[in-house]
């Protein structure tokens, strides 16, 4: 029997959406070095990406960074807070006009569903969030079905192990990341940076 790990804030509330906003970064500096990974990835891509999918966007760190490092991609954010999505608008300013914010919460199966095609999706510190490890093949099989052929999955989260966290139920070890890809049809798997308890994999 699986039994979801609760969360210890709601990130649909504005205060703790904030709260999160304010400290992500304090807390983990090095996050911006992932982004410029993400970066990297999208760009040396071998086909021409037009349209990037983040799952569990947040407060929009990560879309701000590509937006601004690829300027004729367009952009969908997904999250499951209304409040995240404002913090998001607010950062991004102009750039607005390249995002499409998707309220939607990844964890409910028709989460995919008229989104269409994407050369890349990405997602940052945000699979745990379906709060039991069980569900990361299902979610990756869903992206996959999104991706266009030669496209990207570019997938950071916390993991568990030296360095990472101790929940084995809610985070999975470097391992079980890559085996979650790989059961979920990506036929390659690529550990691109490793730092700080957090991980990144590119699949396709």
């Not at 990297?40 to 349209?51: D, F, G, K, M, T």
């Not at 990844?106 to 969030?129: D, M, P, Y």
């Not at 979650?180 to 991980?199: P, R």
Request: aromatic letters at 8%; proline letters at 3%.
């Amino acid at each position: 029997m699986i039994i979801d790990v609760p969360s210890p804030i709601d990130l649909r509330l504005i205060g703790e959406a904030t709260e999160w906003e304010s400290t992500a970064l304090l807390k983990r500096p090095w996050r911006t070095e992932f982004f410029a990974e993400f970066a990297v990835a999208i760009q040396s891509s071998p086909i021409s990406v037009n349209r990037v999918l983040e799952l569990g966007s947040g407060p929009g760190f990560l879309a701000d960074y590509l937006l601004q490092a690829m300027p004729n991609v367009t952009y969908v954010a997904l999250d499951f807070s209304a409040a995240m999505h404002q913090l998001a608008s607010k950062r991004l300013g102009v750039r607005t006009s390249r995002i499409q914010f998707v309220e939607r919460s990844f964890k409910e199966r028709s989460w995919s569903q008229g989104l269409g095609l994407f050369e890349a999706i990405t997602t940052n510190q945000a699979v745990h969030e379906l709060r039991h490890k069980h569900y990361a093949p299902a979610l990756h099989s869903q992206a996959r079905e999104l991706l266009t052929v030669g496209g990207k999955y570019l997938v950071c989260d916390h993991y568990v192990g030296e360095g990472g966290m101790t929940n084995d139920q809610l985070y999975m070890t470097i391992a079980e990341q890559r085996e979650a890809l790989m059961g979920a049809g990506f036929s390659k798997v690529e550990q691109l940076l490793l730092k700080g308890g957090l991980v990144l994999h590119g699949a396709s």
